[in-house]
C-alpha cells in the first residue's frame, strides 16, 4: 500500500511558541491531504482539506490563521501550529488518498504537547 | 450527508474466540466503507474497504467485513483473535469515487485476554 509519512513524530514546545508538522506522500502524488485532530480515546476530527497550488478549505470552527497549511508540491503538505497554546496539545495525523481512488493512507501521526 | 455509528465503544474477548465489531452507515450517496485499526499513538492502518464490488471483503490479518444494503451495516468480523488485535478500531464512511472526506465512527475498543 502507499505510504505517507510525518515529521516529527513527537514535539514538545513552549507556550506562544510555533510548531510546523510535515505530510509527505512517499511513494505517489497527492493533490489533495487531510488533516485531523485527535484527543485522547476520541474519534478523529477532521480540521482542514489541504490542495496542491490552492488554499486550504477549513472545517467549521477550525481557526485558520492559528493553523496554516500549506500545501507547496504534489508530496508535501504541512501544518503550522501558531502561538501554540496548551489546549494545542493533540495529536494531528494526516491522511492522502492514492491516484484517483477513495482509499485514504494515514501518515503515523504527530504528538504536540504545549508546556 | 453520511453518518457512522459503532455500537460498541469496548469489546472484550479472549484470545482463540470470535470477534464481532458493529458498524451501521447512512449515506446519501453510494458509499465506500473502511475499516481502520489504530494501535496506541500510531496513525491508522487500513484493514479493508468495500466499494460496490463483492459485499464479502477480506481484508489483512484475517479480518473481513460484509456489506449489508438492507441492514445499513458493515460488521468486522474475525475467526480467532489475537492478543495483537487489540487496538482501536474505526468504521469509516466515504461517497464512492472521490478522494472526499471521511466520516468517522467514535472508534471501537478490542480487549483480547488470555
Known amino acids: 500500500g502507499a505510504v505517507v509519512s510525518q515529521h516529527p513524530s513527537r514535539v514538545i514546545c513552549k507556550s506562544g511558541t510555533s510548531v510546523k508538522i510535515e505530510c509527505r506522500s512517499l511513494d505517489f502524488q497527492a493533490t489533495t491531504m487531510f488533516w485531523y485532530r485527535q484527543f485522547p480515546k476520541q474519534s478523529l476530527m477532521l480540521m482542514a482539506t489541504s490542495n496542491e497550488g490552492s488554499k486550504a478549505t477549513y472545517e467549521q470552527g477550525v481557526e485558520k490563521d492559528k493553523f496554516l497549511i500549506n500545501h507547496a508540491s504534489l508530496t508535501l503538505s504541512t501544518l503550522t501550529v501558531t502561538s501554540a497554546h496548551p489546549e494545542d496539545s493533540s495529536f494531528y495525523i494526516c491522511?492522502?488518498?492514492?491516484?484517483?481512488?477513495?482509499?485514504?493512507?494515514f501518515g503515523p501521526g504527530t504528538r504536540l504537547t504545549v508546556l | 450527508a453520511q453518518s457512522v455509528t459503532q455500537l460498541d465503544s469496548h469489546v472484550s474477548v479472549s484470545e482463540g474466540t470470535p470477534v464481532l465489531l458493529r458498524c451501521n452507515y447512512s449515506?446519501?450517496?453510494?458509499?465506500?466503507l473502511f475499516w481502520y485499526v489504530q494501535h496506541p499513538n500510531k496513525g491508522l492502518q487500513l484493514l479493508l474497504k468495500?466499494?460496490?464490488?463483492?459485499?464479502l471483503v477480506k481484508g489483512i490479518n484475517g479480518f473481513e467485513a460484509e456489506f449489508k444494503k438492507s441492514e445499513t451495516s458493515f460488521h468486522l468480523t474475525k475467526p480467532s483473535a489475537h492478543m495483537s488485535d487489540a487496538a482501536e478500531y474505526f468504521c469509516?464512511?466515504?461517497?464512492?469515487?472521490?478522494?472526499?472526506?471521511?466520516?468517522f465512527g467514535t472508534g471501537t475498543r478490542l480487549q483480547v485476554t488470555l
Open positions: 491522511s492522502a488518498p492514492q491516484g484517483s481512488t477513495d482509499t485514504q493512507y
Open positions: 469509516v464512511v466515504s461517497r464512492t469515487g472521490t478522494a472526499s472526506k471521511l466520516t
Open positions: 468495500y466499494t460496490s464490488a463483492a459485499t
Open positions: 449515506s446519501s450517496y453510494s458509499p465506500s
